[in-house]
């Protein structure tokens, strides 16, 4: 498997998500068919619900993943089944723009902050931490019961 997945506009959600898990994910809006291809081709794993760019992108020798599912967790259980990995919370990456997160401040019982090396914003461990916990824990089970 590649060393980044390439997601097409379609799937901002399971981009998202996939930063979230540490993930590599090259997403930007109004990106064409051909350059989405193109980065495929680069070293990445095209990830897309678009049957007819899965075939192109497939013709032209780069690796693709067509995703189906209703939810998210039903997408990302398929990226994770069919690339052979493992969802995680390591080495999280920025949500917005995909750059590292640093540790700024850890304070006990408090809050603690990371930033983004890249675009600076800021994410700390609140009352979201549960969702996104419960979020992982929900993929590792439908992977679990073997989704698609």
Known sequence: MSSFFVVDEMLGDVAKWLRIMGHEVRYKRGRSDAS?????L???TLL???????DRAMRKGA??????????ID????????????????????????????LAEEDGDRRTTWYCDDC???????????????????VERRIAGGSR
């Open 36 to 40: 989405l291809i193109e980065l495929a």
């Open 42 to 44: 680069s070293g990445g």
């Open 48 to 54: 897309t619900a678009d049957t007819d760019l899965h």
């Open 63 to 72: 690796e693709s993943i067509l995703v189906t599912g209703n939810t998210t």
């Open 75 to 102: 997408k990302l259980a398929m990226v994770f089944i069919k690339a052979g990995l493992r969802p995680r919370l390591e080495d999280t990456r920025c949500t917005v723009c995909g750059g590292r997160l640093r």
């Open 120 to 138: 600076g914003k800021i994410y700390w461990k609140g009352s979201h931490w549960k969702n996104i916990t419960k979020t992982i824990r929900s």
